[in-house]
């Protein structure tokens, strides 16, 4: 199929250095931020695929500063491979695909931003870890991304989300919901407002030790789930992390953080029964090994000793905005329900909660780890 959408694929991927035939294009249904599609083209009777993506420049408002973090990372990802002798280098990070003028993005008449990738063959994705050694696997491949980009300046890269892990700002952004209840919604939110307002100096614990001189500042990833990572189909081993949108400056907590989150729970994001919610330390102890096994090369001691409490600050940060959209008539994050945004708000706040109860053990766990 040539237009798909109202747009001609045929023409749009013509925009980008492929010297090879076109033959059908359509839309993948995978991701919820870009609209994306699969480009099938002809080369010597051979197929080959690219992905052929619109970028949300309402989500990203500046196009221009993600793909310059997306093409300096991607270059200096498949440097740092090659170093290592490792082969088949366009399934170890997402190849770039160039326009025909040499740019990392193509811009057509409506003022959509347009870029293509190589497509990654015979991968998988998984939507949550169900054993710890996945939790693992993933701690490492973030580990190692990591590690690739410590020798890169992160004065190099644009903050193309500006304050996006600024606990005091979140707060105030609450503060601010809570005296409007412009939807009406604080007497319904109380309790979480008050968990909020209690522990609104873990917020900004991370971005104090920074301001110390404690945590510096390093190339951070800042979306670590584990859908962005490819497992290898045959194998079961990490290939590739995808999704290189929110790369820019952070501190490596931000990352080690949102694993901890995301990774060892067992519970929805939007659960409403509580009881399921709770960090289960056998998937926090995989996560930091894996983690480690990397990134311990180029962490400092000070780094390391901030890691067990990453993820409350993380947690907590998103709840905080959760509740925030909550109170405001959720204009942000995109509900199914009526409290929903309030359930997500609720299920980070448990973890929140169950992360404090277990930190001593995760502290000294990760110090054990040398």
Not at 32 to 59: A, S
Request: proline content about 3%; hydrophobic content about 40%.
């Amino acid at each position: 199929m040539t237009e798909v959408n109202g747009f001609n694929l045929e023409k749009l991927i013509s925009q980008f250095q492929i010297v090879a035939e076109f033959v059908e294009g359509h839309a993948w249904t995978k991701g919820h931020i870009n609209d994306t599609y699969i480009i099938t083209c002809r080369q010597g009777g051979t197929p080959i695929r690219y992905i052929l993506q619109r970028i949300n420049h309402h989500v990203f408002p500046y196009p221009e500063l993600v793909m310059h973090n997306v093409k300096l990372t991607t270059e200096h990802l498949r440097k740092k491979i090659g170093e290592e002798n490792s082969h088949d280098l366009t399934r170890r990070t997402m190849t770039l695909v160039p326009t025909r003028g040499g740019a990392p993005y193509y811009r057509d008449r409506d003022g959509n931003y347009w870029r293509a990738y190589v497509f990654i063959e015979r991968v998988t994705s998984m939507h949550v870890a169900v054993l710890p050694a996945q939790a693992g696997q993933v701690g490492r491949a973030f580990g190692l991304f990591q590690k690739r980009l410590a020798d890169l300046s992160p004065e190099k890269v644009q903050e193309t989300i500006p304050d996006f892990h600024n606990g005091l700002l979140r707060v105030e952004a609450l503060e601010k919901a809570a005296a409007a209840d412009s939807a009406g919604r604080v007497a319904g939110a109380q309790a979480a407002i008050d968990f909020c307002r209690q522990q609104r100096d873990v917020a900004s614990l991370l971005l104090e030790a920074h301001e110390r001189g404690d945590l510096p500042m390093r190339i951070t990833h800042n979306d670590t789930k584990i859908d962005n990572v490819l497992f290898d189909c045959d194998s079961g081993e990490v290939v590739c992390i995808v999704d290189l949108d929110t790369v820019m400056p952070g501190l490596a907590h931000y990352d080690f953080g949102d694993m901890m989150r995301t990774l060892t729970s067992p519970a929805d994001e939007d659960e409403r029964n509580l009881a399921k919610v709770t960090m289960r330390m056998e998937y926090f102890e995989e996560l930091a090994k894996g983690y480690l096994a990397e990134a311990g090369e180029f962490l400092s001691q000070a780094e390391r000793g901030h890691l067990a409490i990453s993820g409350k600050v993380i947690t907590l940060i998103l709840g905080i905005r959760f509740l925030t959209d909550h109170l405001n008539g959720d204009t942000y994050f995109r509900v199914h329900r009526e409290g929903q945004n309030l359930d997500r708000a609720r299920v980070q706040f448990k973890m929140v909660e169950s992360m404090l109860e277990q930190e001593e053990a995760m502290k000294s766990f990760i110090a054990a780890l040398g």
